[in-house]
RNA sequence: CGGGGCGUAGCGCAGUUCGGUUAGCGCGCAGCGUUCGGGACGCUGAGGUCGGAGGUUCGAAUCCUCUCGCCCCGACCA
């Protein structure tokens, strides 16, 4: 390709809205550009790029066994209402009016469409497991796009559906897809993180994300440093170690005047926080609910809403606390009732807390559980944070950004299950068949393949996933042999089979340069005057500062061997 | 949806407080010439009606009302 009739233009200045890495590089490489809030366009080398990737994972699918197939994007909303997922991902699917006023979904996912498929297809447990997948644009109408191709509402994924038999055929799939996406991640030069997830509007038990590290990610990880235990702040457990605190003693009031927050309180009365009992309010679909937790852990919101299965959960505001009788500041389970009373399990790991006195001003020493208050659901519901104790192996854990480029979920039969895809068994009998998810977000990994290779050049483009192998850059495009020199090199090079970016515009060398630096193609190649001169061209990689000179006509071979590496 | 910021030429911005000739600057773009190993230079030129609508006024990029859009933080989110 020539650079001069290439679409898209390279910039200088860094568009005002741009903040995150990989957005600022793509839009000043001119590689894609924004048509609406989370909308965008890919111009030719980003679609090379992306292309490339897309057949990483094209083959790395087919040789676990998927089979590749395409389902509509438009669907009917009552698929989505039978299984109940239209309220999980509620405002978040896109819809539209068809002329006859029946509404229908822009597909954000596809379990609900190939359920259907392949319950029509599907009769026997000879005809199982199926691995089918589909390469395709999904549309969420996220309520804020963010950070260039990160978040976006309309993009390109690669989603497989396994259907097994049984709960050992879905384990025996997902270690499979495991595999697989292990490898797609390698070939496409991102390192990544397995960790354990919460499944979140998908549903289903277990489910794994695949994390790339980044200062941009809108993930938290919690992981361990000793061991190989990792999760997503949402899904991860922390160990609570007991405090110990003596034998249970009586419950004493005390005056805290003035003292309302667990810091205060607790050093007004000479104890760590560890020691104190703090309550924590929340609407669970309008609903208040009471938390109890130790005072020096945070609630989880996600394993709070998923041990209550409420729809929505937000904090209480303080005049629904208060209009609920309750006094903030000095609220505690003791002596309350008259609503659900949840508390994590850390109000089990000591004696003696410290906590409100349900009375302004006042609070209690030595509350115990149970002794002293009931509870309906006693659980971690606790929050992980860098510092606490891994629950695998005692050592310590540290926390993380990351973006999330895929997640692998084992559904298990709720949809099939109301979708009625079911198969018959051996004996005859009828089951529902056991599924699992598969997703991978093209675009996002493209970005965050970028925020892992880059400099303060521009992209450092990992081989496999680069838009084209070879930067030809002739600096002096007035000198025919110059140029006669880089035509004829162009010429051989693509009839190699080099993939070849021919910048044959008649710039500066320190606009070539840069320019070809900013694109992040792996080997740039140099013809000036001073190589023609010496019958031979300049070789250099994109990570390293130094060229090799290479004889003309040992250019090509030179090049071959390189990129096979 | 809550909080904050912003819409003036393809991009980056000034001008808006305090209304007043043909709305500026830099980059980029086009033509000509000189240059050419890390973002060269000169000359000439094209390009905007100031996000949109309504209003106030002799006069609006500037004031008022409404509205649309974009970004960031949060809520939310496979």
């Known amino acids: 390709m020539r650079l001069s009739k290439l679409l898209g233009k390279t910039q200088r200045e860094i568009p005002a809205e741009a903040d995150t890495v990989s957005h600022r590089l793509l839009i000043r490489a001119g590689m894609v550009q924004q048509l609406a809030a989370g909308v965008y366009s890919y111009l030719p080398l980003a679609w090379r790029a992306l292309k490339k990737i897309e057949n990483i994972i094209r083959d790395e699918m087919d040789r676990a066994g998927g089979q590749e197939l395409s389902m509509p994007v438009l669907q009917p909303l009552e698929l989505w209402q039978k299984t109940g997922r239209d309220a999980a991902f509620g405002t978040g699917l896109f819809t539209l009016t068809d002329r006859r006023e029946r509404t229908l979904v822009l597909g954000p996912t596809h379990e609900e469409v190939i359920a259907d498929l392949v319950g029509r297809n599907v009769r026997s447990y000879r005809d199982l497991p199926l691995l089918p997948y589909q390469i395709q644009t999904k549309f969420r109408d996220e ?54 997830a919460d499944s979140g509007a998908i549903g289903g038990k277990e489910s794994h994300e695949f994390m790339v590290v980044a200062e941009s990610g809108e993930d938290e990880i919690i992981y361990c440093e000793k061991c190989d235990n990792a999760a997503n702040v949402e899904k991860a457990s922390s160990l609570k170690e007991r405090i110990e605190d003596g034998p249970p003693q009586p419950l004493v009031e005390v005056a805290t005047p003035g003292k309302e927050s667990i810091e205060d309180v607790a050093a007004f009365l000479g104890v760590p926080p560890s020691h104190t009992l703090k309550a924590v309010f929340y609407m669970a679909d309008d609903k208040l609910v009471f938390i109890v937790i130790r005072g020096d852990i945070g609630v989880n919101e996600v394993k709070l809403k998923n041990l209550l299965g409420a729809a929505e959960l937000r904090l209480a505001t303080e005049a629904e606390v208060t209009g609920a009788g309750v006094v903030a500041g000095s609220a505690s389970p003791v002596g309350l009732s ?140 007035a000198d025919e042999a110059v140029t006669g020199a880089a035509d004829k090199l162009y010429s051989l090079l693509e009839a190699a089979g080099l993939e070849v970016l021919y910048d044959d515009r008649n710039e500066s060398p320190g606009v070539k340069f840069n320019d070809a630096d900013l694109l992040g193609i792996p080997f740039r190649i140099t013809v000036s005057k001073r190589t023609v001169a010496n019958d031979s061209v300049e070789i250099k990689r994109r990570t390293e500062k130094e060229a090799e000179l290479v004889p003309l006509e040992e250019a090509n071979k030179r090049l071959k061997e390189l990129i096979r590496g």
Not at 400 to 418: A, M, P, Q
Not at 422 to 434: L, M
């Open 143 to 196: 309520p804020r796009s963010r950070g260039g191709l990160i978040r976006v509402r309309e993009f390109i994924m690669k989603d497989l559906y396994s259907f097994d038999a049984d709960q050992e055929g879905l384990d025996e799939s997902y270690q499979k897809m495991l595999a697989a996406y292990k490898n797609i991640f390698n070939r496409c030069g991102l390192p990544t993180m397995l960790i354990q």
């Open 338 to 477: 008259g609503f659900r009373i949840i508390a994590d399990d850390s109000v089990t790991t000591g004696n003696n807390f410290v906590a409100g006195a349900n009375k302004a001003g006042y609070h209690l020493k030595n509350v115990n559980y149970p002794r002293d208050f009931k509870v309906e659901m006693l659980a971690d519901i606790a929050l992980a944070a860098a510092g606490h104790a891994c629950p695998a192996c005692n050592g310590v854990l540290r926390a993380t950004r990351g973006i999330e480029v895929g997640h692998i979920f084992k559904l298990g039969t709720f949809i099939s299950d109301r979708l009625g895809a079911n198969y018959t068994d051996a004996e005859g009998a009828s089951h529902p068949i056991v599924m699992g998810s598969y997703g991978i977000g093209l675009g996002r990994l493209l970005a965050a393949a970028i925020e892992q290779n880059h400099d303060d050049k521009g992209i450092v483009w990992p081989l496999p996933i680069a838009p084209y192998q070879v930067y030809l850059c002739p600096l002096q495009m």
